[in-house]
């Protein structure tokens, strides 16, 4: 089966929709300001973005509070060529616990992963659906470790329920993921070392202490 390049499916749909006058609104679901740098930086030359930051699976909620003011910081100080905005979604971490219950054991990059990805998703096509915007996608494919396939299956499920369009992404081509670590430098980020949620940190505390 050939695989999509949506990183291609992207710039034909920037190409389309970005022409000339045309400045579309963006939600832009972000997990952490280093994951979203890179995607700042490529989209807000071709959209109004807001990002969304919505995740409920991060733990504990120190963790959390520190991404968000992470993200806030490093939008307010970004010289984007149209405007950005932030919005905070809601930490309802018993959401996230109740949609992955029976799936604690699996591993990073599994199901339980999916069901996090789908639940982060709907949110922000639902806010964008509510708030008028033209497109709705997420930092997430400019991690290694996200199966971007599975992201932009969703995406196009969720775009055929709502309004707004899904920007297929997959933000780690052309060297995103190198850039984003560049950026996050440049703006002396906070780089957290786990994805988010209890179970992606036990996995990653369990790595780094085999290897001491």
Do not use: W
């Not at 963006?26 to 952490?32: D, K």
């Not at 890179?38 to 109004?48: D, V």
């Not at 964008?128 to 969703?154: C, M, R, V, W």
């Amino acid at each position: 089966m050939n695989r999509i390049n949506y990183e291609q499916v992207m710039e034909n749909l920037i190409l389309a929709n970005c022409s000339g006058d045309q400045v579309p609104r963006l939600l832009l679901h972000s997990c952490c300001a280093p994951c979203s740098s890179y995607c700042i930086e490529r989209l807000a030359a071709h959209f109004y973005v807001t990002v969304f930051y919505y995740n409920p699976n991060i733990y504990p909620p120190e963790e959390y509070h520190m991404r968000a003011h992470e993200q806030e910081r490093f939008i307010k100080e970004f010289p984007a060529k149209y405007p950005l905005s932030f919005v905070e979604g809601s930490y309802d971490t018993e959401k996230f616990y109740g949609l992955v219950k029976g799936m604690e054991h699996l591993p990073e990059g599994d199901r339980r992963c999916f069901a996090c990805y789908e639940m982060r998703l709907r949110e922000t096509a639902e806010y964008a659906d509510s708030h008028g915007y033209d497109f709705f996608t997420t930092t997430l494919s400019i991690s290694p470790l996200k199966n971007a396939q599975k992201l932009n299956e969703i995406g196009k499920k969720l775009e055929q329920e709502y309004r707004p369009a899904y920007l297929y992404s997959d933000f780690k081509k052309k060297n995103g993921y190198k850039r984003s670590t560049e950026i996050s430098k440049e703006y002396n980020m906070y780089r957290q070392y786990y994805c988010g949620c209890i179970y992606s940190k036990k996995e990653r505390d369990a790595q780094i202490a085999c290897k001491q």
